[in-house]
T-cell receptor, first 115, second 110 residues
């Protein structure tokens, strides 16, 4: 069964370093998302992406964050200068549907630890 | 914000019992979805109920939606140890963005 894959599963980085989290959405899906979950807290929306551009972003998604679809398969989240509070699980998701948002298919997540 | 808020925060039940958790939200929705998350894993979609639906079933899952009260419930019948997980409701409104609540942690004791 097709699935969303994310790499790395865990990354440890020093504060101030740049981090790129990678995602391969399901191949025929059109909408892509990044969510994050700080340990023990709720899952928070970061950004949605459609037709090679950001369709919506949250207050969390400030200038330190960027997303890119560099080729036909990968979808990346870049954090330019990581802060301690960026430590979280980052989930990529995709969906084939437009209009009404239906079921999102999530990857297993990338755990980011900022020291 | 239209994020759902689950109640209770945590639930511990015996295997074979039913588990019920509730979700309340603030603004009008297009649909409401329930997801499960096993510890340290990704979110798995369980069921979607549209704003014009009142009840939906999927296997041992039963979801209700009361748009007048802006609330939903998820019932898991005949629970199993494998049902131990966190359960999240998520709402979709006019912005087509999926917004999650804080979740209910369910522990099923053998």
């Amino acid at each position: 069964e097709p699935e969303v894959t994310q790499t790395p599963s865990h990354q440890v980085t020093q504060m101030g370093q740049e981090v790129i989290l990678r995602c391969v959405p399901i191949s025929n899906h059109l909408y892509f998302y990044w969510y994050r979950q700080i340990l023990g807290q709720k899952v928070e929306f970061l950004v949605s992406f459609y037709n090679n551009e950001i369709s919506e972003k949250s207050e969390i998604f400030d200038d330190q964050f960027s997303v890119e679809r560099p080729d036909g398969s990968n979808f990346t989240l870049k954090i330019r200068s990581t802060k301690l509070e960026d430590s979280a699980m980052y989930f990529c998701a995709s969906t084939p549907l437009g209009g009404e948002t239906g079921e999102l298919f999530f990857g297993e997540g990338s755990r980011l630890t900022v020291l | 914000s239209q994020q759902g808020e689950e109640d209770p925060q945590a639930l511990s039940i015996q295997e074979g019992e039913n588990a019920t958790m509730n979700c309340s939200y603030k603004t009008s929705i297009n649909n409401l979805q329930w997801y499960r998350q096993n510890s340290g894993r990704g979110l798995v979609h369980l069921i979607l109920i549209r704003s014009n639906e009142r009840e939906k079933h999927s296997g041992r899952l039963r979801v209700t939606l009361d748009t007048s009260k802006k609330s939903s419930s998820l019932l898991i019948t005949a629970s199993r140890a494998a049902d131990t997980a966190s359960y999240f409701c998520a709402t979709v409104g006019g912005d087509y963005k999926l917004s999650f609540g804080a979740g209910t942690t369910v522990t099923v004791r053998a």
